[in-house]
């Protein structure tokens, strides 16, 4: 039996209609975020109040709700982010080898004269948290001191990204966000995770049903995976948080890497920890999502953290093809791609490109040696052929490197 291993990104979770892209971005750093804002003050609020460590991370009330100056700051901020990852992107293309004060003369240039429609494309197509949170980091550990108001971003930015997929897992387009929703989101996160899970079983035997009614062909990566599980042993990696993969395919969670963490999962950074809802009490202390959002810095690496990182290695390891679908290689995931470099020397690296790059820059985002690696095949796809593909590769023999 032949050995896959299947990475997937943000791409793979598209079809349901899970936010991402500029418009998760935007939120994430609280843009038009009010209500959202209004809940997480409310929940930290309690959370502190009834604490065992109230003071550990100094008050909360002075950090208020995003006022429009902050909006407006965040933005500006975003967007420059988002040019430096688009020249930088650029510029390992093109193998420009400027100096830094050439690199950032450009970009000041640049971003003095963006009209409203470039910042837009930019902001599509090159959304980056690089540097925005990465800095503050620190204050994870000790917020009284490095500083309560940076915590308290970090802290906010990690649970809107958290509440705005929770969000769109749960509600249709046509809902209406509400206080309480988020609120009840926050306070009962294993009865959220619980309503995730079930609404998903539910979709996925009406979707059955109706293909066996009505022929339907539409079907997704993760079900057609579903089709070929006793035929290739195939382990999956993903960056998303969602347990719709888990669902749809019926793989076991000891077969599945979340190594950008997963809904369910809440750090307590005071005590160093982070919870899974569905199998331990969470404690009386304050907590956030555990998330790994697009960043060129990790946050606390935790033990569960770093089980789900070993599946990764072993599922590498193991593998005698890695698919790449769904997950754009990028500057802020290093920690992923060093481990495709050094584990696939002499084993096949299938990359399905949703972007339209080329072989030779995801060559050298993955710093290997020829800009024309021989075990690197690239295929590129589009909306009407993406799963055709993916199958076809995911079932054609295995080509073995000498």
């Known amino acids: 039996m032949k050995k896959v291993c299947v990475l997937f990104g943000a791409g793979a979770d598209a079809n349901y209609g899970i936010c991402n892209g500029l418009n998760f971005a935007l939120k994430v750093v609280g843009f038009k975020t009010d209500k959202m804002n209004e809940a997480i003050i409310k929940f930290y609020s309690e959370k502190k109040k009834n604490s065992k460590y109230p003071n550990w991370c100094n008050d909360i009330d002075s950090h208020d709700l995003f006022n429009d100056k902050e909006e407006s700051d965040e933005e500006k901020s975003l967007i420059e982010k988002s040019l ?20 950032d003369s450009e970009i000041k240039n640049i971003l003095e004269n963006l009209d409203q429609t470039e910042k837009k494309a930019l902001l599509d197509n090159y959304i980056s948290y690089m540097g925005v949170l990465d800095e503050k980091f620190s204050t994870l550990i000790f917020p009284k001191y490095l500083g309560p108001q940076k ?15 929770v969000f769109n897992l749960l509600n249709e387009e046509t809902e209406e966000e509400t206080v309480e929703k988020y609120y009840e989101y926050l306070k009962k996160p294993k009865e959220t995770l619980e309503r995730i899970k079930e609404k998903y079983k539910k979709l996925n035997q009406e979707k059955q049903l109706n293909k066996q009614a009505n022929g339907s062909q539409n ?26 993969c888990e669902i749809t395919t019926n793989i076991n969670e000891n ?13 307590a950074p005071y005590s160093l920890k982070v919870f899974d809802v569905e199998k331990e009490e969470l404690p009386n202390e304050i907590y956030f999502p555990y998330l790994f959002i697009q960043s060129g810095v990790k946050p606390v690496v935790e033990y569960n953290q770093i089980k789900e990182y070993y599946k990764m290695v072993k599922f590498f390891e193991e593998a005698e093809r890695l698919i790449i679908v769904g997950y754009k290689i990028n500057i802020d995931d290093h920690h992923i791609n060093g481990l495709i470099r050094n584990l696939f020397q002499d084993k096949e690296i299938v990359y399905l490109d949703y972007d339209s790059f080329d072989k030779e820059y995801i060559c050298k985002l993955l710093r290997l040696p020829e800009k024309n690696y021989k075990n690197l095949k690239y295929v590129s796809i589009n909306e009407s052929n993406s799963v055709k593909i993916f199958e076809e590769i995911l079932t054609n023999d295995i080509i073995k490197i000498k």
């Open 219 to 244: 079907v997704t990566y993760y079900e057609t995976l579903k089709k070929y599980l006793n035929n290739i042993q195939i382990n999956v990696v993903t960056t998303n948080y969602t347990p719709i």
């Open 84 to 103: 430096r990852k688009k020249y930088l992107t650029e510029y390992l293309q093109s193998g420009n080898d400027s100096s830094k004060t050439a690199f």
């Open 255 to 267: 077969n599945i890497a979340y190594v950008h963490g997963k809904i369910g999962l809440f750090e």
């Open 151 to 165: 915590f308290w971003k970090v802290v906010k930015c990690y649970t809107r990204a958290y509440l705005t997929i």
